[in-house]
């Protein structure tokens, strides 16, 4: 059986070590006490297919079945060192626009 499976959704997680995982499942549920817990549905019931105690954990997101990455994320930056100063981003140079205009061709019918 294929890891699709076990839920709907495809979740990312980034783990206290450093790992990195990604899982399928039907829901999450963050408990009071800091552990997060991946659960999956099936005909006979709800089972839990994973789960994290606290700390185990940094940051779960909703993820992308095509590339893995977090899919409300527009960008993020890794934090700085200890002791290193957060740079600001260089702005982009502008660039210069070509003059020449592209030559268009005149539409042509098409037959099936």
């Known amino acids: ?20 995982m990604w899982l399928y499942a039907d829901r999450v549920e963050f408990l009071e006490g800091g552990g997060v817990v991946f659960w999956s549905k099936r005909d ?7 789960a994290f105690a606290p700390g185990k954990w940094l940051t779960v997101a909703a993820a992308s079945v095509i590339d893995g990455g977090m899919i409300a994320v527009e960008h993020y930056e890794a934090a700085p060192k200890k002791g290193a100063s957060r740079q600001r981003p260089v702005a982009a140079k502008k660039t210069k626009r070509a003059k020449a205009k592209p030559k268009l061709t005149p539409k042509e019918e098409l037959t099936f």
């Not at 006979?44 to 994973?50: A, E, H, S, T, Y």
């Open 44 to 50: 006979k019931g709800d089972f839990v297919n994973m």
């Open 1 to 20: 059986m294929g890891a699709d499976k076990y839920g709907k959704l495809y979740y990312h997680v980034e783990l206290s070590n450093g790992e990195l």
